[in-house]
C-alpha cells in the first residue's frame, strides 16, 4: 500500500457503498482489491446486529456483529452511513468489506455482486444425503473411546478452513451444522451445540478479538466412573474431545497482550431459549455459553426462540444445503 497518507475525513456514500477515503501520494490506488502490505483484508458477509455508537479513543465507534461471527468497527460513522449499514441489515444484504487487519475497523463496503455461500466457481460442494429416519433410536450417551473415534471421523476440510485457505474462511455455523448433521445421519448418534457468545465487557476490556461468536457440537459422554459429561467436538480449533470451559477458553484466553480477562474465567450457561438474557447481561459477563439443540444453525434462530417461545424440534433441510456448500 501506499507509504504516506493525508489523511482526509472524505465519505462517499453511493446508495449501496460507503468509503472512508485515504489520500495518497499518487503511486498507489486505493483498489479494494488490491491487499498488498498485509494491512488491509477483504471479506463478503452481511450485518446481523448494530451496537449502539459509544465512545472509545479516537471518538464513537459502531460494532457491527457480521454474519461470519466477526465484529467490524464503523468509527466516527455519519447519519448517512448509519442508515446505510440498518437498510442493509433489514433487507439482509450482503457487502464486501474492505477492512484493516489489525483492528477490523472498516475502510469501504460496497454492495456485493453475488454470494455463494463461500463456494467458488470452479469447485462442486457436496450435497447431504438424506437423513435416515434414526431420530426415535438416536444414542444419546456415549463412552469416552466412542467419542475419540467419532471426533476421528469428522470431516476435517471445509472452504476456507485453516486447512482450505481461501479468501473467506469457512464459518463455525456450517461446519456445526455439517457435524451434527451426519452424527445423527451417519453413527446415529444425538448431538448439541455450544454458542460462545463474546460480550461487550469482553471487547472493552482490551481484548483484540473481534468475534461475537463461535460454536460446536459437543456430545454427552460417559466418562470417570460412570460421569455424564458434555465434551465439545471442534475438530476445527481442537486436537480432540475437551470439556466446555477448556473450549471456551481456547478464545477468550488467546487474545493477546493488554486484555484483562481472568484465565481462569467460567463463562455461564444459558438455553436456547434465552437469548434475551444474553443481551441483557451483554455487559455484566466476559462471555456467555447458549447450550441449544442441534438443530439451532445462527444465533438469530435462538432471538427467534426467545421471542416467540417456539423451540427447534427438526432439521431445517435449507440450513442443511447451505451449510454443506463449504464441505469439500
Not at 254 to 281: A, F, H
Request: hydrophobic share 35%; charged share 25%.
Amino acid at each position: 500500500m501506499c507509504r504516506s497518507f493525508l489523511i482526509m475525513a472524505v465519505i462517499l456514500l453511493c446508495g449501496s457503498c460507503y468509503l472512508a477515503s485515504y489520500a495518497t501520494d499518487g503511486n498507489d490506488t486505493n483498489d479494494t482489491n488490491d491487499t498488498r502490505g498485509s494491512d488491509w483484508t477483504t471479506l463478503t458477509s452481511r450485518v446481523v446486529h448494530l451496537e449502539e455508537v459509544h465512545e472509545r479513543e479516537g471518538g464513537s465507534v459502531v460494532e457491527l456483529f457480521l454474519e461470519n461471527g466477526m465484529v467490524a468497527l464503523l468509527k466516527n460513522p455519519t447519519s448517512e452511513a448509519l442508515a446505510l449499514v440498518r437498510h442493509g441489515k433489514f433487507e439482509r444484504t450482503y457487502y464486501d468489506f474492505f477492512l484493516k487487519r489489525r483492528d477490523f475497523e472498516i475502510l469501504y463496503f460496497k454492495q456485493a455482486k453475488s454470494v455463494e455461500g463461500g463456494t467458488l466457481e470452479d469447485e462442486e460442494c457436496e450435497q447431504p444425503l438424506p437423513l435416515l429416519d434414526t431420530k426415535s433410536n438416536l444414542k444419546r450417551v456415549v463412552s469416552y473411546d466412542e467419542a475419540v473415534n467419532l471426533f476421528s471421523k469428522m470431516h476435517p476440510n471445509f472452504v476456507g478452513s485453516r486447512r482450505v485457505f481461501r479468501r473467506n474462511p469457512s464459518q463455525c455455523f456450517r461446519r456445526a451444522q455439517v457435524w451434527t448433521y451426519e452424527f445423527e445421519r451417519d453413527f446415529g448418534v444425538e448431538s448439541r451445540k455450544y454458542f460462545l457468545m463474546f460480550t461487550g465487557k469482553f471487547r472493552s476490556g482490551g481484548c483484540s478479538y473481534n468475534w461475537w461468536f463461535h460454536v460446536t457440537p459437543y456430545l454427552s459422554v460417559a466418562y470417570r466412573r460412570g460421569e455424564v459429561v458434555p465434551l465439545t467436538m471442534d475438530r476445527e480449533y481442537a486436537a480432540g474431545p475437551i470439556d466446555r470451559d477448556s473450549w471456551s477458553r481456547l478464545f477468550v484466553n488467546s487474545t493477546g497482550g493488554g486484555c484483562n480477562v481472568p484465565r481462569d474465567v467460567v463463562c455461564p450457561v444459558i438455553s436456547e431459549n434465552q437469548y434475551d438474557v444474553y443481551k441483557r447481561e451483554y455487559n455484566r459477563y466476559y462471555c456467555i455459553i447458549i447450550d441449544t439443540a442441534r438443530f439451532y444453525y445462527y444465533p438469530e434462530d435462538m432471538e427467534e426462540a426467545s421471542r416467540s417461545g417456539r423451540v427447534r424440534s427438526s432439521w431445517n433441510m435449507n440450513n442443511v444445503n447451505d451449510a454443506y456448500t463449504e464441505k469439500r
